[in-house]
């Protein structure tokens, strides 16, 4: 038999596992423009404040993939540091993160990279932990120009904004190509 302490830090496992599964999740959403699972993260009466936008969450899914296939080129959250501190029914997380954002102007290509935070208060509702209130709070950002790619779809796979992306379609059948690569060729024209 498991006594009540162990029980109770086992729980508090649990939960922070679960609340960091909301923001993976909320992350894969943003990336793959997947409006279904941003929306799943939120509980119906939340808040998002992104800082230069604010929005319910019934309008927040649709917003962020609007702003995100705005530009038809890659992007990616990359989620770091991360706290997560519970107290009942209520927790609240400040998650690190890293977005890059792949985007033309004035036609140069170029890569804005972000250093922000979420400051999220979580609520367990129904036994299902989801964002009640989110607070974006930006640290620093730059915008590079690109001066060189590393290869295009003929040398790299890359994903995609939608259900084509390999992480859905993996789930309905195999996605790699066959194994007819010569790999030694591979290693004498890589110069990166």
Same mark, same amino acid.
């Given at each position: 038999?498991?006594?009540?302490?162990?029980?109770?830090?086992?729980?508090?496992?649990?939960?922070?596992?679960?609340?960091?599964?909301?923001? &993976?999740?909320?992350?894969?959403?943003?990336?793959?423009?997947?409006?279904?699972?941003?929306?799943?993260?939120?509980?119906?009466?939340?808040?998002?404040?992104?800082?230069?936008?604010?929005?319910?969450? &019934?309008?927040?899914?649709?917003?962020?993939?609007?702003?995100?296939?705005?530009?038809?080129?890659?992007?990616?959250?990359?989620l770091g540091n991360?706290?997560?501190?519970?107290?009942?029914?209520?927790?609240?997380?400040?998650?690190?993160?890293?977005?890059?954002?792949?985007?033309?102007?004035?036609?140069?290509?170029?890569?804005? %990279?972000?250093?922000?935070?979420? %400051?999220?208060?979580?609520?367990?509702?129904?036994?299902?932990?989801?964002?009640?209130?989110?607070? &974006?709070?930006?640290?620093?950002?730059?915008?590079?120009?690109?001066?060189? /790619? /590393?290869?295009?779809?003929?040398?790299?796979?890359?994903?995609?904004?939608?259900?084509?992306?390999?992480?859905?379609? &993996?789930?309905?059948?195999?996605?790699?190509?066959?194994?007819?690569?010569?790999?030694e060729e591979v290693?004498?024209?890589?110069?990166?």
């Amino acid at each position: 038999m498991i006594d009540s302490t162990l029980e109770a830090r086992l729980r508090e496992l649990l939960d922070k596992q679960e609340i960091h599964e909301v923001l &993976l999740r909320y992350c894969r959403g943003v990336d793959r423009c997947d409006r279904d699972m941003i929306a799943a993260c939120y509980h119906p009466d939340a808040i998002d404040d992104h800082g230069d936008w604010v929005a319910s969450a &019934l309008d927040a899914p649709d917003h962020i993939v609007k702003l995100v296939k705005k530009t038809p080129l890659a992007g990616m959250h990359f989620l770091g540091n991360q706290l997560i501190e519970i107290e009942g029914d209520v927790a609240w997380s400040e998650s690190y993160f890293q977005a890059f954002k792949d985007f033309e102007r004035d036609g140069k290509r170029y890569v804005r %990279v972000r250093g922000a935070r979420y %400051v999220d208060r979580f609520e367990r509702r129904n036994g299902c932990w989801k964002i009640a209130e989110r607070v &974006l709070t930006d640290d620093w950002n730059k915008v590079d120009e690109v001066l060189e /790619l /590393l290869g295009g779809p003929d040398r790299f796979r890359f994903g995609s904004k939608d259900k084509n992306d390999p992480v859905y379609r &993996l789930r309905k059948g195999r996605v790699a190509r066959e194994p007819s690569t010569n790999l030694e060729e591979v290693v004498k024209r890589r110069t990166v």
